[in-house]
């Protein structure tokens, strides 16, 4: 699902998200967004994001011996934002839906 259009979801809540089920190194989690949603994330967002992330305690980035293949994980704190986060997206989700249905809409005649 390529589009060319701009993605309405903060890199940090989509970082969260890919997060949730395991740990997983930059990469991956580039990769795997792009498979969640068509977008693909830039290397310089997602190390911002991690950054703002880590410094709020929301991820921990775990040390190997492969500087280049270090797995972020998302910490208590981070699940419980996603949580928190999930649950505000689901309130607009469903305003959003209820509220985008035409209304008194009639259909033209040919």
Known sequence: MKSDTALLVEPVLL???????EPKHGYSIMQDIEGLTGWTMRAGTLYGALSRMDSLGWIEESKTDDYRRRPYSLTLAGHTELARQLSVLSNLTRAGLKRAKPHGVTKRRA
């Not at 970082?15 to 089920?21: C, Q, T, Y």
């Open 15 to 21: 970082i969260l998200v890919s997060l949730a089920d």
